[in-house]
């Protein structure tokens, strides 16, 4: 059985999908109909993002993360021809500074019409791709403890993020936050109903995954939740106080939801 880790849609073909499942990745043509792989090269751990430039969709970003105790560190790669070669990239926090490998990422941000099309983000902050022969990233933003973040599909200068104070709003993308819903990483949910870890008894792990924006409506903002064992999504309120809905996706074992798109 194969655990998907992250979904992508090419953003000049909505038919073309792709699916990242342990270290591979797998491309389908007809909306998720059949399924093929991508020639992405092995690597030690687990995709964690994934995604296609907004401009050239023969490039390519794969970012990837250890597995269980996995002793390899964190690093995401560039590929200019389909998949077929990849390289890995780095970052840096000035102009004029060292490049660092082993950045950990969580999510890729595109938007074709954007100076810079490409954002990488991950806890130790937010990255942008200088240019199309580059492959340092420079530092757009020093927020640190994003674990998610989503790109309002209408609006790109507007962003949401997942960090330890809740769900965070951007209206510059990344470079300046508010908390959009404080705490909201600590709901828990049962039966369509909030629960917060002061109600849990005993008290059961539950952490926020992943979050999405409906494109057809910004004001729709979607949560996947742990829930040990079992799981939930969930749609929050505009203002972010409130789950309007939650599904149970549960089943045997333990369940979690590293993400949701929309």
Known sequence: DLRITTLAADPSNAQT???GAGTRVYRS????GAWTE???AARAGELAAFAVHPRDRNQMFAAFRPGAGASTACGFYRSRDAGRTWQQQSVRLTPTGPSRLNFCAASFLTDAAAASPAFVVGEEGIFRLQGEAESDWLRASSVEGLVQAAADPANFDVWYGV????VLR???RGATWDVHAPGARQMA???GQ???DRDLNPPVAQTMRSLAIDPANAS???MGFDFLPDLYVAKISPRGDQIVFASYLGGDGDETSPRIDA
Do not use: C, E, Q
């Open 17 to 19: 999908l792709f699916a």
């Open 29 to 32: 043509l007809n909306a998720g």
């Open 38 to 40: 991508v020639p992405v």
């Open 163 to 166: 960090a330890s104070a809740g």
């Open 170 to 172: 951007s209206v510059d």
């Open 189 to 191: 949910i049962r039966a």
């Open 194 to 196: 909030i629960i917060t």
């Open 220 to 222: 729709n903002i979607y």
